[in-house]
Each structure stands twice: as C-alpha cells, then as structure tokens.
C-alpha cells in the first residue's frame, strides 16, 4: 500500500515539474519532457485547478492555448497549423499549449502515440475535470463547451475562439496583435 502510495506522490511530483517547466519556457524543439504515468502514459493529466494557472502567466510571453481530442475531426485537421504557427513564431516570447480533452480510456491507446506521433510531447496536458460547467465558463463566458476552441492571451489581454482553423494565416492573423506585429 504504501508502495502504490509512493507511486502515485512520485508521479504528481514529477507531473508538476513537467508543467512547471512547460510554463517555464522549456527549450523547444528536440528537448522533451518525459512525464512518467500509469501505463507508461508520458503527458501529464491534470484537473482545471492545477491547469488554470497555465491560462493566467502574466508576462511578455504570448500563449496559444488549444483545447481538442483526438476523437474531434476538425481538431485533428488544424492541428498541423498550430505547429507550423509554434515554428513561424519559435523566436519570440510564445507558446502553444495543447489541452485535450481525450476520454481516459483513450490516454494510452490513442492520445500518446498521437502525440508522439506528432512529435507534441511537453506540449500536451489532459484535462480531467468532471466539473465541466465550471471550467468551461472559467476560460471563457463564450465558450459553449464544443471543440476546437482556442484560447490567445499575454498577460491581462485575452482572446477566445470557438472554431476551427483552416490555414495557419488564420492563426497568424490572431497572434500577431499579441506579439505587437
């Protein structure tokens, strides 16, 4: 018992350090973040207390936040046009975070090799938080729960978008005022 107790402290702690350095601005690019899970699940999994400091970074870093699944078709699809705009912009004070919305069966069995896949690893959180009707309207009145919806913000300046994206112009077009471009 107090073996699997261990475990599970082990792998809280080493979740928030994984965030911690995501939030931090980890290096990009090659550098992942192992994030250590039941069934060798490597993102970290997260209910919306401990995901909502991560919506509210007050500094000069511009973040684009993305809440989606795997089983969400148009989220899929503009999914590559995040990661190209996380290319375009790799030189400023930006970052994409993923968030998805997966069910928790599908942890393992799709999510991760979508991710790695994809090569998002450090970039991606669950969101397990039955508390929908509160969190939904915490990170936007807008939000009517449907996906994709995007979330843009630098410090106190925020954007919502409930839509899918269809090119990385799109994306660019909504960025560019939080970079001052």
Known sequence: MWHSACGLFCGMIINLIA?????MGA?????????????????????YDELKPLLQYDNDTT???NFWATWCVPCVKELPHFLTLEKIYRDRPFRVLFVSLDFK????????????????????????DN???YWI???????SGSLPATL????????????????????????KPFLNL
Do not use: C
């Open 137 to 143: 309207n915490d990170v936007s009145t807008d939000w």
């Open 63 to 65: 973040y684009v936040v």
């Open 27 to 47: 290096p990009k690019g090659d550098a992942q973040t192992s994030v250590v899970g039941l069934d060798s699940l490597q993102i970290g999994v997260l209910n």
């Open 152 to 175: 843009v913000y630098k410090g106190q300046k925020r954007a919502f978008y409930e839509r899918t994206f269809h090119h990385v112009e799109e994306l660019q077009d909504i960025v």
């Open 105 to 128: 069966k599908d942890y393992v069995r799709k999510l991760q090799p979508f991710v790695d896949e994809y090569k998002m690893n450090g970039r991606v959180v669950v969101l397990e």
């Open 19 to 23: 965030i911690w350095m995501l939030s």
């Open 131 to 133: 508390r929908a009707d």
